[in-house]
């Protein structure tokens, strides 16, 4: 038996059938354009996706040329739950082939912000500091809840054709270019509405104040995270969102995009990957590899290898996984993800044992977590600056590195090659810090959001006492004449009290281990410096 898809979704909805979980190993794809038998085990798969398809689509007559038709296809999307190790119910989800639209005929914009992982750890920093309360909610088949101004039409998939007929999007679907901009911007018009505001600093942070009640929400994608200073207005945004969309609680957060959330009982939060590096040890074949203590070689660039590999579909894989844990919880990997990161256009079979060298560095340490918060009153801002010059013997450009700590917690981190050639290890620590004043002026912007106290001037602290004496002194200098005057934006900023360049000792600069790689001992006493503990 077989029936027209448009009919079964109609009937499926008139029923009121959703959230059956079912097997969807039988649904045509993108890739199959055979029809679906009807079962019980087919009807149950699709209804869900049927029931949310039921507000972005309706019959339309026969189209004769004057719109561009896009071809829609089925697919079994399960989400992963909360510990990202096994994926919800299966879903069968409608989705348009996108790549077929025309720019400036079926959509324009596609921008769509997510928030900055540097504002997801101040939340939690903020929150563990001042006890708030820290709820996760998801928001079910959200792209299909953004209006579509954009006149565009779906052929009915192949098996299901009847009367020549099409579909017309009346709301955004799955696979549409612009489908993560209209629903960013749906969501955002409704918070506004509800007296938030939106951060300038984070596109996808919102804040709320009644009568010196706060609640502050981070937006990611369909993710959202809500602290407030007491559960009632949590509640009373959720039941805002509930009106307007399908909101799942997911209760006190546990986890966020793969990123595993624990407090301790003083309120103090502490963020770990551990299942995602699980993950990565599997994908590379090292479940059973010797244990390492650092993460890349201290003599990597004295390693000579002309051999590049033959495909670098792997390395690139590694690399991406990579960078998605040292973003976020690891900032002990960082400076060894990005110089290898700079190899996956052309990398080398050294490069590729290095970057497994990382992950069973991260495998042996798996189980340490980054402290977020601390409870000592005089933790409020504090920066740390490095850099490391001309080490790279291709190009002799150096490596900047800086960490943030708010209340104690590594909110903010980078490292990153500078873009010019530096004639000095003073040149490249200047460059550095000034870097660093910029991340530091944006990080600001982002504490006052929250209402925190900060206390000026903010403490930056090097190792280089001759690229601080650079920041304090206006003299005029041959062997400083030739940098670019936009590096000199730091002297101006450190005028208005902004900030103060204060020297700390080389082996006590937590930085360090953001700009080079280090020698096991000194790169467990940076890590835990900046928080990278176990809890155990």
């Known amino acids: 038996m077989k029936l027209n898809y448009l009919v079964l979704i109609e009937l499926l909805v008139f029923c009121g059938l959703t959230h059956v979980k079912a097997d969807v190993s039988h649904l045509p794809n993108k890739n199959n354009s055979t029809a679906l038998p009807v079962t019980d085990v087919c009807l149950g798969c699709i209804c869900e996706a049927a029931s949310g398809c039921d507000r972005s689509l309706r ?37 348009a082939q996108g790549y077929s639209q025309k720019y400036g005929e079926d959509y324009d914009e596609v921008f769509a912000p997510v928030t900055r992982s540097s504002s997801f750890r101040l939340l939690l920093a903020v929150s563990g500091r001042r006890k708030y309360y820290v709820k996760q909610f998801d928001i079910k088949t959200a792209f299909l809840n953004g209006e579509l101004k954009e006149e565009i039409y779906l052929r009915q998939p192949p098996g299901y054709e009847l009367n020549n007929q099409v579909l017309r999007l009346k709301k955004s679907l799955y696979g549409l270019k612009q489908a993560a901009r209209v629903w960013n911007q749906t969501i955002h ?71 595993a959330i624990n ?35 201290v003599g990597y660039y004295k390693l000579e290898d002309e051999v590049l590999l033959e495909d670098n579909k792997e390395y690139r894989k590694l690399i991406g996984m990579l960078l998605y844990v040292s973003t976020n919880s690891r900032p002990d990997i960082s400076s060894s993800v990005s110089i290898l990161s700079q190899k996956v256009v052309s990398p080398s079979r050294t490069d590729l044992n290095e970057v497994k060298r990382i992950i069973r560095y991260l495998n042996s340490t798996r189980s340490l977590s980054l402290r977020l918060s601390s409870q000592d009153p005089n933790e409020v801002i504090k920066f740390y600056s490095d850099a490391n010059w001309a080490e790279d013997r291709r190009d002799r450009k150096s490596n900047s590195g800086h960490i943030g700590f708010v209340f104690g917690g590594a909110v903010s981190w980078a490292c990153r090659k500078q873009v010019s050639v530096s004639l000095s290890s003073t040149e490249a620590e200047y460059i550095a810090l000034t870097e660093a004043t910029q991340e530091i002026l944006w990080l600001k912007n982002l504490c006052e959001d929250f209402k925190i106290d900060i206390k000026f001037p903010i403490e930056v602290k090097a190792d280089n006492q001759s ?53 096991a001992v000194k790169l467990k006493q940076l890590r835990e410096a900046a928080g990278i503990i176990n809890l155990e």
């Open 59 to 95: 019959c339309s007559g026969d189209v004769c040329g004057l719109f561009r038709i896009t071809w829609p296809y089925w697919s079994d999307a399960g989400k992963p739950t909360q510990d990202n190790e096994t994926p919800d119910s299966p879903t069968a989800r409608l989705v």
């Open 189 to 259: 018009q409704v918070l506004i509405e509800d007296d938030f505001i939106q951060s300038q600093a984070d596109m996808c942070f919102y804040i709320k104040n009644l009568s010196n009640r706060y609640c502050y929400l981070i937006i990611h994608v369909d993710d959202i995270l809500i602290a407030g200073s007491d559960l009632e207005i949590i509640s009373q945004t959720q039941a805002t969102l509930s009106k307007h969309f399908k909101v799942k609680d997911l209760g006190t957060v546990k986890f966020f995009l793969g990123i």
């Open 263 to 297: 407090q301790d009982e003083e309120g103090n939060f502490f963020i770990n990957q551990e299942n995602y590096i699980k993950k990565i040890v599997s994908e590379a074949s090292l479940s059973d590899a010797k244990p390492l203590k650092i993460p890349l070689d």
């Open 467 to 519: 690229a601080i004496k650079m920041v304090d002194s206006h003299k005029f200098s041959n062997a400083t004449k030739h940098i670019a005057t936009r590096y000199h934006f730091i002297k101006e900023v450190k005028e208005k009290g902004v900030i103060q360049i204060k020297y700390v000792p080389a082996e006590d600069n937590i930085a360090d281990m953001l700009t080079k790689a280090l020698g």
